[in-house]
């Protein structure tokens, strides 16, 4: 469980963060999207007490961070995809932190194993590409194995292929009762993973939602064709509806499928298509944190 | 004591602490070899070998730095953060980790400098006491190699950049504490006598911790040892204010 409370960070004129509270529950992956400069990775710095917040609170299980009985085994972090040594090898990357934590190298070899990294776990950091560092990175945030996942971006610089794994690690992880937090300014990325969402602009909440929720939110109204379409626009007016030409035949209209069909049929109008004007969840977003961005 | 035990593996996996510390038994080897070959070695011979291995303190002094600077250059602060959030106990564990690298580079230093001069005198038919004095000699130098570690963690804890804390803290101890020196003897003395304020700056008070040559113109062991003390402890001090309240 991650709970943050009217977080305010300012860094001079600028508030990155702004009276910003959402929570994340267990045994569900929350996604945490907004675009860049949105305040996201802020956010999640104060989460873990890497900054200090102007004002508001930022509490895992409960607590400030600082505060956890064992906060490595408690929660797992991914907070820049590049904090290597270049020089030291991954698998002593991974012994460092590990060693600091009272954890065993026999961990070490097991959370490479399970990002699938034991091939180069030799090599030294500097030769990895950006997919194996943030493999690396998430190994290291799931060396303790916690109970709090807390991941700023990490699906940046995957393939395809890797994107897919880190799905259904993810949803695996949260599935056997943990918190899984993971921010993304792609919201493709978010879409299938998570659960929840988080979606914040200009340091402060849009929404947060169920995913499905958000979705359902886009279905806006019908779309319909008709080489009447004036005719059919006159007739949807006259009936009381919003109305809204889009390209050469086309209407957006706010209203049920199976009214419009009706208007239609009474006047006799010919339809070429008739159906729910959904919009993407891509949609939603840009205009969700289009619309927090203009000045209020 | 976990987070001592990483700082040492965190040294260990790289190589720049090996490359200094080959450099700092190197100075040992080559400074011994200097002041037996050129004859030079009167009565007080351990201090001297000493003084002259202790050139390679601004060695440690490097490593001290990039224990803390290192950190911050290659953003693996944040990971040390998150398992130990109580910053002031990381400044902690690399202050002891400075302090116990230094006395190893210590020990080596010495080592070379015996290995390289206790022959040598021997085949010229000199000697070299393993007495008091020469104890006194070891003591010493495994000391100024373990002050100067600390000072290096100390001051990059203050100012984390690598560069800027390399540049700092050497263009202070060979440029700054000259020109301090020079300005005060010229103002307080005659120019080449030694003046009363050099000796108490950070530079000098580390240098006169092994003491030596030119020790009229600094404190010379224990007082020194103790100012020297006292300012690694007022720097991680503030080491320890700056690394809580600035954000990595």
Known sequence: MIEVANLTKRYGPVLAVDDLSFRAEPGRVTGFLGPNGAGKTTTLRALVALLHPTSGSATVLGRPYPELEDPARTVGAILESNAFHPGRTGRNHLRTIARAAGIGDGRVDEVLALVDLQGAAGRRTKGYSLGMKQRLSLAGALLGDPQVLVLDEPANGLDPQGIRWLRDLLRSLAAGGRTVLVSSHVLSEIAQLADDVVIIAKGRLVTQARVKDVLAGAVRGTRVRSPQRDRLAGALERAGVVVRPVGDDGLSVDAEASAVGEVAAAEQIVLHELGSDAGTLEEVFLELTEGASTPS | ?248
């Not at chain 2, 400044?91 to 020990?107: E, I, P, Q, R, S």
């Not at chain 2, 040598?120 to 000199?126: N, P, T, V």
């Not at chain 2, 000072?151 to 700092?168: E, F, R, Y």
């Open chain 2, 1 to 248: 004591m976990s987070t001592v035990a990483a700082e040492f593996l965190k040294l260990r996996t790289t190589r720049v602490p090996y490359v200094l510390l080959f450099v700092a038994v190197a100075i040992a080897g080559i400074a011994a070899a200097g002041l037996v070959g050129s004859g030079s070695l009167d009565e007080d011979r351990a201090l001297a070998l000493a003084q002259g291995a202790s050139f390679g303190t601004m060695f440690a002094t490097v490593l001290g730095i990039l224990l803390v600077t290192n950190e911050y250059r290659h953003g693996t602060v944040m990971t040390t953060f998150l398992v130990e959030p109580r910053r002031v106990r990381v400044l902690a564990a690399k202050l002891v980790t400075a302090l116990l690298t230094g006395v190893c580079f210590g020990l080596a230093s010495a080592a070379v400098a015996a290995a390289v001069a206790l022959p040598w005198l021997a085949s010229k038919g000199e000697s070299l006491p393993l007495d008091g004095q020469a104890l006194e000699g070891l003591v010493r130098l495994v000391l100024a190699f373990a002050l100067s570690a600390a000072l290096g963690a100390a001051v990059g804890a203050i100012i984390q950049s690598q560069v800027g804390t390399i540049v700092a803290v050497f263009v202070w101890f060979l440029i700054a504490e000259s020109l301090v020196g020079v300005l005060a003897s010229w103002l307080l003395t005659d120019l080449g006598e030694p003046d009363p304020v050099s000796r108490y700056l950070p530079g000098s008070a580390l240098g006169g911790v092994v003491g030596g040559q030119g020790s009229e113109y600094m404190l010379s062991g224990p007082p020194a040892t103790l100012l020297a003390v006292a300012y690694i402890a007022g720097l991680s001090v503030l080491g320890a204010f700056v690394i809580t309240r600035r954000d990595p």
